[in-house]
Each structure stands twice: as C-alpha cells, then as structure tokens.
C-alpha cells in the first residue's frame, strides 16, 4: 500500500463562474449627478394601517397541544391525535377493488353450488318403473 491510497480522488478543478454575472447592478451615479430629493407622499400611514387591520377578518388559531408541565406546545394536525383520513372525500364508501372481490366470491360460490348440485343429481338413485323392477325381480328369482 501506497501513502493516501485510501483517500478519496476529488474531481478536476473547473473554472469558478459567478452565477449573476450577466444580471449586472446598475452602474453608480456620476459626481455631478444629483439625487432626487424632496418627494413626499400625501398618504397618512397612521390612518391607512389602522383602518387595514379593523376592516381585516380575524386569523383562525391553530389547534394546539400542549405536552410539558413548562407548556411547550406543538401543532395538533401532525400528532396524530386528530384523524385526517375522515376528512377525505372518498372516507366510508367501500373500495372498488372489494366491491370487484365480493362480486367474484359470489359468482365462484353460485358455481361452486351449481357443480354440487350436478354431482348430486349424478350420484342420485334412479327410481325403477314397475315393469323393470318386476323383470328384474323375476331374473333374481330365477337365478337363485
């Protein structure tokens, strides 16, 4: 093993470009330039906030809780304490993939029904008429 083997190879150096360099400020003034001096406003400030902040509705608090003796509060929505999936549109209807499954369930269950009643009806006795039950009892006797 070589001296710095283990260290990491850094890449090459690339030329630093300032990232506004096309966006330039806008250039100084001149000595002999004179600023303008002298505006003043008609606007009552005093006047327009207040009037602002009565004719402004009221901000809703935010839910909070409170979880130390010292009173830290923390924000209730990202507890979990509140449920947020009531108040989804689709909360308490069923799934389409269930209502597909309950559906498919009851179509192999009248199947499943269907078959046995097939079987049944295979595995059933038939029920001799008269005449072959007495040409088969006249066979027996005879053989006997």
């Known amino acids: 093993m070589t001296k710095h083997a283990k260290e990491p190879v850094l890449p090459e150096k690339a030329a630093f470009a300032r990232p506004n360099a096309d966006g330039k400020r806008p250039a100084v003034p001149k000595r002999d330039e004179k600023p303008v001096m002298g505006l003043k406003s008609n606007k009552n400030f005093l006047h327009t906030n207040a009037v602002e902040n009565i004719m ?11 979880d130390t003796p010292g009173g830290t509060t923390n924000a209730l929505e990202d507890s979990g304490l509140v449920p947020k999936f009531v108040k989804k549109d689709n ?6 993939y269930l209502e597909a499954r309950k559906k498919q369930m009851a179509e192999h269950q009248a ?6 009643q097939q079987r049944l009806q295979k595995g059933a006795l038939n029920q001799v008429t008269a005449p072959e039950r007495q040409k088969t009892l006249d066979g027996l006797k005879k053989n006997w």
């Open 56 to 66: 402004s509705v009221a901000k809703k608090p935010q839910p909070k809780y409170v």
């Open 91 to 96: 909360y308490g209807t069923v799934p389409k």
């Open 111 to 116: 199947n499943y029904e269907q078959y046995i």
